[in-house]
């Protein structure tokens, strides 16, 4: 069983920072491509920024030179550094992770629970 569990959304004012993390658990064999989406009330869930195993990244136009994604392969974790938020950036943010439980399965992927993160004076 694979868990992702995601932590550090929270309140905060307009032009501040948040640090997101999310940690992978259970029958884990492999880890590909990591990333962050984030959904508002009313709206689609969108990709924010993705990260392969050896790092390259990718990100929405919305966030580029604000959000910063990365991961720590032995600590099975990603997080995503948001600086200058605003109130646009409010939505739950989702960890999404393409896994492989048991060697010779294939990739799928797996979603955390979601955390909110509110941008608000």
């Known amino acids: 069983q694979v868990q992702l569990v995601e932590s550090g959304g929270g309140l905060v004012q307009p032009g501040g920072s948040l640090r997101l993390s999310c940690a992978a658990s259970?029958?884990?064999?492999?880890?590909?491509?990591m990333a962050w989406y984030r959904q508002a009330p009313g709206t689609q869930r969108e990709l924010v920024a993705s990260?392969?195993?050896?790092?390259?990244?990718n990100s929405a136009d919305s966030v580029k030179g604000r959000f910063t994604i990365s991961r720590d392969n032995a600590k099975k974790a990603v997080y995503l550094e948001m600086n200058s938020l605003n109130p646009e950036d409010t939505a739950i943010y989702y960890c999404?992770?393409?896994?492989?439980?048991?060697?010779?399965?294939?990739?799928?992927?797996?979603w955390g629970q979601g955390t909110q993160v509110t941008v608000s004076s």
């Open positions: 999404n992770a393409e896994i492989t439980p048991y060697r010779g399965y294939s990739r799928r992927p797996y």
């Open positions: 990260i392969t195993s050896s790092g390259t990244t």
């Open positions: 259970g029958t884990i064999f492999s880890i590909w491509t």
